[in-house]
Nanobody
Framework: QVQLIESGGGLVQAGGSLRLSCEASGRSGRTFSNIAVGWFRQAPGKEREFVGGFNWGVNVPYYADSVKGRFTISRDNAKNTVYLQMNSLKPEDTAVYYC???????????????WGQGTQVTVSS
């Protein structure tokens, strides 16, 4: 089973940038390059929402409208790591950010598994 660990969160001022990492470990019977990873976030009192990620067999990520043009997802298969580069951060981006492995179609959290523990991102105004 794949385990995911997020890192890179922190406190940043509005307009700033952060890069989150999602490193995979463990045995899954699949090579990391064949694993589709998604990023989600959850703010206090709100539901977990899809930020962006990959579909199976497609190496180009897609994004939620709320982050399109500001966030970029990339991956380094040699390091078993997926990154979330966040630019032009806004206070409303404040949330715990999670990565997870796609197990179904769509952008619902139920389509993903092997969730990481999350990393806090706080954007001050």
């Amino acid at each position: 089973q794949v385990q995911l660990i997020e890192s890179g969160g922190g406190l940043v001022q509005a307009g700033g940038s952060l890069r989150l990492s999602c490193e995979a470990s463990g045995r899954s019977g699949r090579t990391f390059s064949n694993i589709a990873v998604g990023w989600f976030r959850q703010a206090p009192g709100k539901e977990r929402e899809f930020v962006g990620g990959f579909n199976w067999g497609v190496n180009v990520p897609y994004y939620a409208d709320s982050v399109k043009g500001r966030f970029t997802i990339s991956r380094d298969n040699a390091k078993n790591t997926v990154y979330l580069q966040m630019n032009s951060l806004k206070p409303e981006d404040t949330a715990v950010y999670y990565c997870a492995v796609r197990i179904g179609s769509g952008t619902s959290p139920s389509s993903f598994g092997s969730w990481g523990q999350g990393t806090q991102v706080t954007v001050s105004s």
